[in-house]
Structures are given as structure tokens and as C-alpha cells.
């Protein structure tokens, strides 16, 4: 019985290496989309300049939050990374819309 105990409590490597992606999705990609979110939100708010990047800015301390939250609730890690990296797609397609479609 003490060896079916101690097996249970152990972890694989697969698993291991499961929450080490997650960790370091959930850091960089959240990152990543806060940043993207921070620009476009910058551009777009209908309010002062100062204004609308104190926003911005602000908001995207959720804006993270609710993307590691969002990594570590999916059932793998490879529908995180693609939900990830598709909202990234979509933010960047749109702060590229929102300053009207020209290199930087």
C-alpha cells in the first residue's frame, strides 16, 4: 500500500513540463497581448491623449490577469496557446487598422 500512496503523489514529466509551458505562456503571452491591448486602447478611446494611455494602462493589468487565468482554465496547453495567439492576431490586425494601415 505505501508504494500505491507514494506513486499517486507523484507527478510525470509530461505534466511538469505541461505547467512550465503554462508559466511561461500565461508570462509572455500575457505580456504580449497586455501590450498590444495597451496600444490599441491608447488610440482609440475617445478622450484626451494623457487620458486614454493612464487608461490603457491601467486596464491592462486585467487584461493580464484575465490571460494567465485564461491559460491555466484550458483543458491543454495547446488550445491556450491557440487561443493566445489568436487574440494576439486579432488585436495586432486591429492596432494596425487603428493607425491606418502603415509600417511603424
Do not use: N
Not at 498590444?36 to 487620458?51: C, D, I, Q, V, W
Not at 493589468?61 to 493566445?84: E, K, P, Q, S, Y
Request: net charge positive.
Amino acid at each position: 500500500m505505501a508504494s500505491q500512496g507514494s506513486a499517486q503523489g507523484r507527478t510525470t514529466a509530461l505534466e511538469r513540463a505541461s505547467v512550465a509551458g503554462r508559466v511561461v505562456l500565461a508570462a509572455g503571452g500575457g505580456y504580449g497581448i497586455a501590450a498590444l491591448a495597451t496600444a490599441l486602447l491608447s488610440l482609440t478611446l475617445p478622450m484626451a491623449r494623457s487620458e486614454a494611455v493612464a487608461t490603457a494602462t491601467l486596464l491592462s493589468f486585467a487584461v493580464m490577469a484575465g490571460i494567465v487565468v485564461l491559460v491555466f482554465a484550458t483543458r491543454t496547453l495547446l488550445r491556450a496557446l491557440l487561443t493566445v495567439a489568436g487574440t494576439a492576431l486579432v488585436l495586432g490586425a486591429l492596432l494596425w487598422l487603428a493607425m491606418g494601415g502603415s509600417a511603424p
